[in-house]
T-cell receptor, first 112, second 113 residues
Framework: SAVISQKPSRDICQRGTSLTIQCQVDSQVTMMFWYRQQPGQSLTLIAT?????????ESGFVIDKFPISRPNLTFSTLTVSNMSPEDSSIYLCSVRQDSEQYFGPGTRLTVT | GENVEQHPSTLSVQEGDSAVIKCTYS??????FPWYKQELGKGPQLIID?????GEKKDQRIAVTLNKTAKHFSLHITETQPEDSAVYFC????????????FGTGTRLTIIP
């Protein structure tokens, strides 16, 4: 199975600032995803980031707020821009490999 | 789009007993159904999955059953242990190669020693 790491693991940020979350995979994968998980809730897909194409955003999420980069088959970044307290969540990177989907450990973001 | 409902939201069982979590899905075209376990402070971990061409799959103390006619699938954990305490999520996908997973709302399982 794919091994996924995320940086940072957690952060506390002030409103109005931006945070970039990094996702590194130990093998090359085509399909990569970014999810948000609010406290005690299920997983909500933010966008799909396939290498070589623009990220595809789900309803309710826009590129200006959550810009994504996917420069190669092992790495991606998600930026949370102009943060507000409502952005406080766990952000999870996920990949598909060998017909299964795996998740990273998550980045716990608190916006004050 | 696909909608997945999961029950119960919380479940407490005595250590050694069995636990069952059920999910229903809305789109009869769904053909892939994974289960994830999420421990506190960690990302979801894939524990078992099933595809629509089989009705049951087992892996040691964990099993998943699928009823395509009724559009529901269940996770069964036997001989529960304290380390089984976690939040469990079911999910479904219409075309896993190209389509996203739709997740259930989660079940918090507590094993009572």
């Amino acid at each position: 199975s794919a091994v996924i790491s995320q940086k940072p693991s957690r952060d506390i940020c002030q409103r109005g600032t931006s945070l970039t979350i990094q996702c590194q995979v130990d093998s090359q994968v085509t399909m990569m995803f970014w999810y948000r998980q609010q406290p005690g809730q299920s997983l909500t897909l933010i966008a799909t980031a396939n290498q070589g194409s623009e990220a595809t955003y789900e309803s309710g999420f826009v590129i200006d707020k959550f810009p994504i980069s996917r420069p190669n088959l092992t790495f991606s970044t998600l930026t949370v821009s102009n943060m507000s307290p409502e952005d406080s969540s766990i952000y999870l990177c996920s990949v598909r490999q060998d017909s299964e989907q795996y998740f990273g450990p998550g980045t716990r973001l608190t916006v004050t | 789009g696909e909608n997945v409902e999961q029950h119960p939201s919380t479940l407490s069982v005595q250590e050694g007993d069995s636990a069952v979590i059920k999910c229903t899905y809305s789109d009869s075209a769904s053909n892939y159904f994974p289960w994830y376990k999420q421990e506190l402070g960690k990302g979801p971990q894939l524990i078992i999955d099933i595809r629509s061409n089989v009705g049951e799959k087992k892996d040691q103390r964990i099993a998943v059953t699928l009823n395509k006619t009724a559009k529901h699938f269940s996770l069964h954990i036997t001989e529960t242990q304290p380390e089984d305490s976690a939040v469990y999520f079911c999910a479904a996908s219409i075309d896993f190669g190209n389509e996203k997973l739709t997740f259930g709302t989660g079940t918090r399982l507590t094993i009572i020693p």
